[in-house]
């Protein structure tokens, strides 16, 4: 893909209201979600970071499958990291176990 058509994908394209309202939504439904979809914008399929996470750049981009799989990037980190769980998200220990991967995988980088 060109670097146009990933800036493209990756670039917040959501409304104001369309943003507040996927904020309540995400977190509304926290007890199944345990924060995702919490990352404050929509690209085009993905999430896409509109501000500083707890370790994640703003920019970081990707998704967080129903299937308990994760993927994201993060351009300003140079990290790319991919979680392929057999554990749907059907309890809050499958998100916290995705929460758990990234912040380990956050630490482990300098930076």
Do not use: C
């Amino acid at each position: 893909m060109s670097r146009l058509a990933v800036e493209l994908m990756t670039t917040h394209r959501l409304t104001p209201e369309q943003t507040a309202a996927r904020t309540a939504m995400a977190r509304d439904n926290v007890h199944v979600s345990f924060g995702q979809g919490q990352h404050g914008g929509w690209g085009f399929g993905m999430a896409v970071r509109t501000y500083r996470g707890d370790y994640a750049s703003n920019g970081q981009f990707g998704w967080d499958g129903g299937t308990g799989t994760s993927t994201y990037a993060d351009p300003d980190k140079q990290l790319t990291g991919i979680l392929l769980t057999q554990v749907g998200m059907s309890t809050p220990d499958s998100a916290r176990l995705i929460h758990d991967f990234w912040t380990t995988l956050y630490q482990a980088i300098d930076d």
